[in-house]
């Protein structure tokens, strides 16, 4: 049977995809050149600098701080950097009282110039330590630059930040990876039902049935298939993600489930499907618990504490690990510029080999603790107690 129709369907889908997704992330045409010359000029500039330090014999090399380089690898960005000089300029979107602000970042310059709006004129700051839990929370690193040249408090802290981040693409690129593997196994259950499965889906349906089998049927009972849907996208999700934070490159070098933010939007998920669907017996264990009426007043905060450190757990369990991980590899790497000495570097790459192929595991280590508690606390809620 002729089968090369569905091919090049699969393969044109994938192309549009794959072109949806770089022309989201381009929105200038224009900047990335622009942005390669800025930087050839300050190559050349910091060249002609050096060498007058050096001629001089004034300023001493700067060291190397790994602090850092590890902080600015696994942190947040504007740009998501693919190779040497080379870096994508992600959209910033802004909004602010007198209406929304979208440019590219890369009229930044990487913090080097100023930015002149419609509304005001911005400035991207990587220096954010002193500010406040709310300024990080809706906007970290973009400040309003007042007619003095200094940044202007009042109206930055009424600006907020949607801009697309490399965590944000990286994101988006995972979700469209997800929705395409999963479409086309999807397809292939339909068209080869009561079949053995071949190709992509006969590599996921062992994994499919070890989520079923071996962590929503033991952990939530009988009405496991309710939620194996969001099993199997957290599941595929963390994975996904972890797997594309150890790729060094584009399209990985993100560290999407090490940042806080992400694991706190996964386990608010799984917090409100588990109250959602939390029965009578629930609900009675939380607020009317079989003690004594006295022991009421110390047991329901206990309870409510429980309800909401069960998804922090799982919040900090998974950004801890993904960040530790990274951290210890970038401190590996880091002790070749440390100790400026070849003799350092095979040893050193050793051990990153090694926490390398300790981090695959780790991923899907994660991924599996993640989705187990999360079973384990739906299981917990929809349980009938006799």
Not at 201 to 218: C, G, H, M, T
Request: net charge negative; glycine share 6%; hydrophobic share 55%.
């Amino acid at each position: 049977m002729d089968c090369s129709h569905v091919f090049d369907f699969k393969v044109n889908r994938l192309i549009v995809a794959f072109t949806l997704f770089l022309a989201l992330f381009t929105v200038v045409p224009s900047v990335l050149a622009q942005t390669d010359s800025v930087e050839v000029v300050a190559a050349h500039e910091a060249g002609a600098s050096e060498g007058a330090h050096v001629a001089e014999g004034g300023h001493e090399e700067e060291k190397f701080d790994p602090t850092k380089v590890i902080m600015e690898h696994i942190a947040d960005s504007h740009v998501w950097h693919v190779a040497g000089h080379f870096s994508f300029p992600l959209p910033v979107i802004l909004y602010t009282p007198q209406g929304l602000e979208v440019f590219s970042s890369g009229n930044f310059h990487h913090g080097e110039a100023d930015h002149k709006g419609a509304h005001h004129t911005y400035r991207l700051v990587e220096e954010t330590k002193n500010q406040s839990v709310g300024q990080n929370f809706f906007n970290k690193k973009i400040k309003v630059i007042g007619e003095n040249g200094q940044i202007d408090e009042a109206a930055t802290a009424a600006l907020m930040d949607f801009s697309i981040t490399k965590n944000v693409a990286a994101m988006f690129l995972s979700v469209v990876v997800l929705i395409l593997v999963f479409t086309a196994v999807a397809a292939s259950y339909k068209k080869r039902e009561g079949k053995s499965p071949k190709g992509l889906q006969s590599f996921l349906e062992p994994i499919f049935v070890f989520v079923r089998d071996d962590i929503a049927k033991p952990n939530i009972g009988h009405d496991f298939a309710k939620f194996m849907p969001y099993l199997l996208t957290i599941f595929f999700f963390i994975l996904v993600n972890n797997l594309l934070g150890l790729i060094p490159i584009f399209p990985g070098g993100a560290n999407v489930t090490g940042n806080i933010a992400t694991t706190f939007v996964l386990a608010l998920f799984t917090l409100v499907i588990v109250n959602v669907n939390g029965n009578k017996s629930y609900w009675r264990h939380i607020f009317a618990p079989d003690v004594p009426f006295w022991m009421y007043i110390i047991m329901i905060p206990v309870e409510v504490i429980g309800v909401l450190s069960r998804p922090f757990a799982l919040m900090v369990r998974l950004f801890a690990n993904i960040t530790a991980g990274h951290i210890i590899v970038l401190s590996l790497i880091s002790l070749i510029f440390i100790f400026k000495s070849f003799g350092i570097a095979p040893v050193s790459v050793a051990f990153v080999i090694f926490m390398d192929v300790l981090e695959l595991l780790v991923a899907f280590l994660q991924a599996f603790i993640f989705t187990l508690l999360s079973a384990l606390f739906i299981g917990m809620a929809v349980e009938e107690h006799h």
